[in-house]
Structures are given as C-alpha cells and as structure tokens.
C-alpha cells in the first residue's frame, strides 16, 4: 500500500480555510444564542427584565443573601413611607419656604440627598439593584426605591429615616446636619468654601 502524501497547503489556501472556519463558528454562535432567545417568550416584559436584572446582580455580587434579604421579586404597590418630617427638617435646615405645596414639589436636589442620607446605608449592591430596578422613563423615576424593598428592607429605611430626622432636630443647618451625619455613620463630607 503506497502512503499518500499530505498535501502542502499553500498561504492563500491556510488563510482561505481559516475565514471558513471562523465564519461557521460565528455562524453557529449566533445559532446557538437565537435559538436560546428564541425559548424565552415576552422576554422584554417588565417581569422578565426584572428578573434578568436580578440574576445579574447574583451573578456579580459578592453576597447575593443581601439581595434576597433586602430586596422584593416584584414592584408592590405604592404607601408613603417618607414621613413628612423628614421633609421639613430638610427645609427647615436650608432655610426654605414651607409654605403651600412647596413641601410636596421639591427640587431635585432633595432625592439626590435621600439617596445619599438613606439609601447609601443598605448593605453594598441593594442600591445599586434598586436602581435597576427603578430605571426612569423618559427621564423620570415612575416609581419609589422603597416599592422593591422586603419587609427586612422597609423595617431598615424607617430606621435610617428616623435616625436621620432625630440628627437633623438637632443640628442648626445643613452642613451642621451633614457633618454629624457623616461622624455617626462614618462617612464623608466635603463643607463648602463659604462654610468654614
């Protein structure tokens, strides 16, 4: 029996049957990946993407217990859980008008400051997916971080609310508030230039 000899591929052919290659294994890929998609009915439903969103956050989390512990598979329906006196010791603080629906219509800062007095205290990663979560529209949150929290979670953010209210009774102003704020729950605050 006579061996055949292998026949020497020259550089176009190599190059030729590389590309050949890669292309059915691109091809394939997207096979494979469309007909995962493809299982998954109303896989853009709300629901779905909620769910989505929190096997990421599994996946990614260091402690995902926290997620479970502190955070609810579903959106519930909307209670107010901001006492209003958490509100008007903001306003008292800065010196603002009460007066009228001032205290309802508040300008934005006022959410950038619940999210950093309040919310910034869960356990690392129960903001961030609550966040997710609460993604806005059109530029507009529909809805409250709170309407994601357990009951673990709810019991923690009247915590946090009435210490922070019980600080801001007894703080003069702003920066006063935040500086104690900042000593008792070991943050950081940065005073103003005209502050000092």
């Known amino acids: 029996m006579k061996k055949q000899k292998k026949k020497q591929l020259t550089e176009e052919e190599k190059l030729l049957s590389k590309k050949i290659r890669e292309s059915k294994i691109d091809e394939i890929s997207q096979w494979i990946i469309t007909q995962a998609d493809s299982l998954i009915e109303d896989r853009f439903t709300d629901e779905n993407l909620d769910k989505e969103i929190l096997k990421r956050f599994l996946l990614e989390n260091d402690d995902p217990t926290q997620l479970i512990k502190y955070v609810y598979q579903g959106k519930k329906v909307y209670k107010p859980k901001f006492k209003m006196e958490f509100y008007r010791q903001i306003y008292r603080l800065n010196n603002w008008r009460t007066d009228g629906r001032k205290l309802y219509d508040r300008p934005g800062i006022v959410g950038k400051w619940t999210v950093q007095i309040i919310y910034s205290r869960f356990p690392k990663g129960v903001f961030r997916i609550l966040r997710e979560l609460n993604r806005p529209l059109n530029g507009v949150r529909v809805y409250k971080y709170f309407q994601w929290l357990t009951f673990v979670g709810e019991e923690d953010l009247k915590t946090y609310i009435d210490e922070a209210v019980n600080l801001m009774e007894i703080s003069d102003n702003w920066n006063d508030f ?18 000092l």
């Open 178 to 195: 935040m500086k104690k704020f900042q000593n008792k729950f070991s943050g950081y605050y940065q005073i103003g230039l005209f502050d």
